[in-house]
């Protein structure tokens, strides 16, 4: 028998209408009132995602967004990091091209939308920017990365039972053709492994999976699920290997490529099947899915599988730091509480 799949039961709802029925009263989960369409802002304009996502929410030819609609953006962000502050002027160009207002504050955004994207590529200035969101009460996605330490990660979510605020954080590649049917639909049976690889960029601000490996690591527990109990990392020049040991005695290994042909994919290993994962999906299954969050206030992605997958980048980073010996993922979330 099929596991049951919430992403397509969800999207079968929402097709039928029965979400858009919810917000045409504008009321949402909780009771709490928003615009109709409900309003969205994002947070930063340094990364292609603020304008990509726009076109889809803002697409009137797609029923599951219809509800929904960005209206506004505050630019910042980062103003620090040059490989993001360079790129602000000519996305906040493209936004207002699109017809979003452009704020002045991160307090303005708030007041004026029902629902926030933490898009900035910069994770530092993140837990400031989500402490101010969550005092307000109002719901948002967090763009990948949560932040730019696992200790504002875990704060993060902290944060989030404090307030009694659900929030979620996402790579699209969590939606890689093949990786929700190989999680959800057991489409290879039970999983016994699984390799993903992804480009794996560095910003040295940032732990260095958490600028861009993320993705790759994203897919492995797509894939794996929850329970990794170490990791242990090879690096070269070019590549980057690092290999996570379950508590069950699975085995997850991430390739990070920095030279060469890049790309992003992978292979899930099960009892039944093995399936090749990829390509790219688009952003457009991240979008849908963090909609319905804003309808349901149900966080697609537990906190408990996100702090896990920060927790496996830091320790493939403390792996490095000890010349590739394995290091626990109890370590370093310890550490980070600390």
């Not at 045409?24 to 969205?40: D, F, L, M």
């Not at 340094?46 to 889809?56: C, G, K, M, N």
């Not at 530092?124 to 989500?130: A, D, I, K, S």
């Not at 489409?187 to 016994?192: A, H, L, R, W, Y």
């Amino acid at each position: 028998m099929k596991k049951f799949n919430r992403r397509s039961f969800i999207k079968s709802m929402s097709v039928a209408g029965l979400g858009m029925s919810v917000l045409g009263s504008k009321a949402i989960a909780g009771g709490r009132k928003v615009n109709e369409p409900a309003t969205v802002g994002i947070i930063g304009l340094d990364t292609s995602h603020s304008p990509a996502f726009t076109r889809i929410i803002n697409n009137p030819d797609d029923p599951l967004t219809a509800d929904f609609k960005v209206t506004a953006a505050y630019p910042y962000g980062s103003r620090d990091l040059e490989v993001s502050s360079s790129r602000i002027p000519g996305i906040t160009e493209t936004m207002r091209e699109l017809g979003i207002e452009i704020v002045n504050s991160l307090d303005e955004l708030i007041d004026k939308v029902d629902f926030i994207l933490l898009e900035t590529n910069d994770g530092h200035p993140r837990l400031e920017q989500t402490l101010k969101v969550m005092e307000s009460g109002k719901r948002l996605f967090i763009d990948k990365p949560v932040a730019g330490s696992l200790k504002d990660t875990i704060a993060i979510y902290e944060a989030s039972k404090r307030y009694n605020v659900p929030t979620f954080s996402s790579s699209s590649l969590r939606y890689t053709t093949s990786a929700d049917e190989v999680r959800y639909e057991n489409k290879i049976g039970d999983v016994i492994g699984c390799d993903a690889y992804s480009s794996a960029g560095r910003e040295p601000s940032h732990p260095d999976f958490f600028w861009y490996g993320i993705h790759g690591v994203e897919i492995i527990f797509t894939v794996m699920g929850t329970g990794c109990k170490s990791v242990t990392r090879i690096e070269t020049d070019s590549t980057d290997i690092a290999v996570g040991e379950w508590d069950d005695g699975r085995l997850a290994t991430f390739r990070g490529i920095r030279d060469g042909r890049g790309g992003i994919g992978g292979t899930a290993y099960g009892s039944e099947e093995v399936l090749t994962l990829g390509p790219s999906r688009g952003y457009q299954p991240l979008v849908h899915d963090f909609l319905e969050f804003f309808r349901t206030d149900i966080p697609p992605v537990s906190a408990e599988e996100t702090i896990e997958i920060y927790a496996f980048m830091e320790a493939a980073d403390e792996s490095k730091r000890r010349g590739g010996i394995p290091v626990t993922l109890e370590e370093v979330i310890s550490k980070a509480r600390a």
